[in-house]
């Protein structure tokens, strides 16, 4: 069942992929530093948003991911938070390549439900380790800080090993 799902789950990050590049959102902050956005800045009606809201509902339907998340006490909420929260954290490019071919690539907020071992667990179990206030304040969740310096170290492991890509390059 969990491979059919990771499927599904690809398929949807590529709408995502194409979806955010058309956004407003992104056509708006892609030249701006990431800490100075947050989910503020996110507008909830833009069609890449109904995407992550498909991709989550995937997530959540899924046992295997869904026993994790509750183990955490993690809502549906926090999940959609954290997808967000990693989107803006990897900002002006939130993707990276995840093989040397040019069109193996996943947007960084997809890739940790891929890997359950090496992205979902590692990425919750470093919530609450890295309390920052102000970005807690700033970016509107108690985990932003956490999620948020996953997500860029994720990023970065992915681009040393295959190079970068940027959002323009993907699809």
Sequence with gaps: MIFFTRLKLANSDKRITRLLRESKFYQNNKNKDNYSLSKD???LSEPWINEVESF???VM????YLNIIKSKELSRQDIFDFYILMTIAT???PIFKTSSQRLSHTLVASAIYQEISKGLIPCLQSL???NVQEEQQQFGHRY???VMIFASE???AHELAYGTITLEEAL
Excluded: H, Q
Aim: proline share 5%; charged share 30%; glycine share 4%.
């Design 41 to 43: 800045d996110v507008d």
């Design 56 to 58: 989550i509902s995937i």
């Design 61 to 64: 339907t899924e046992k295997k």
């Design 91 to 93: 900002m002006p490019n």
């Design 128 to 130: 609450g380790n890295c």
């Design 144 to 146: 932003a800080s956490d």
């Design 154 to 156: 994720l990023k970065f």
